[in-house]
């Protein structure tokens, strides 16, 4: 049976086990998903060594920057944020890889275009327009678009990657001195 989970702590505010549960099931996967509340992070090679057959993991607070150390590789959009939400575990005899991802910037950056109908550079009215300006509906005039994003944590990250892929400018609150540049 493939083993799945997520790491972090608390845990106590997540539902995916019982999401990811009721999936396998409905879909016939003969596949497993836990919590793994892990009190320190020193404690990841541990959980890797000890479940054989896990295979893939979700990663939430506090760990979406902490673990990036023990792992063996990074997908370019992960490495770009500095922040991972998901570790494939890919293993091969007793050796193990454990590849970082975050898929948390795709679902905010498409829930954003859903909503902002951008002009694209073929669209005549566009020639006006500087990057990151959208017409907004039943708007008169355009007007530029800026982000304000509070915190510099992992979720945050990937929020200002989507919106920087989207060209909208942002500006950063911390209530940490000397976090503003998303720097821990």
């Known amino acids: 049976m493939k083993e799945f989970g997520i790491i972090g702590y608390p845990l ?20 497993c998903y836990q919590l793994f509340p892990l009190e320190s992070i020193e404690e990841f090679p541990a959980l890797i060594a000890s479940h054989p057959d896990l295979v893939g993991l979700n990663v939430t607070i506090p760990y979406k920057q902490a673990v990036i150390p023990y792992l063996d590789e990074l997908s370019d959009d992960a490495k770009a944020m500095g922040a991972v939400n998901v570790i494939r575990v890919e293993r091969k005899g007793t050796a193990v890889k454990l590849i970082g991802h975050n898929s948390d910037f795709v679902g905010f950056r498409d829930s954003m275009e859903g909503l902002l109908p951008m002009l694209q550079e073929r669209d005549m009215a566009a020639q006006w327009l500087v990057p990151g300006s959208y017409i907004l509906p039943g708007a008169r005039m355009y007007r530029p678009l800026q982000a304000l994003v509070l915190g510099t944590g992992g979720a945050s990250k990937a929020v200002v990657y989507a919106l920087h892929q989207l060209d909208i400018p942002t500006q950063l609150v911390s209530r940490k001195a000397g976090l503003i540049d998303g720097q821990e």
């Open 12 to 31: 106590g505010h997540s539902f995916s086990q019982k999401y990811f549960t009721e999936k396998f099931e409905n879909e016939g996967l003969d596949a």
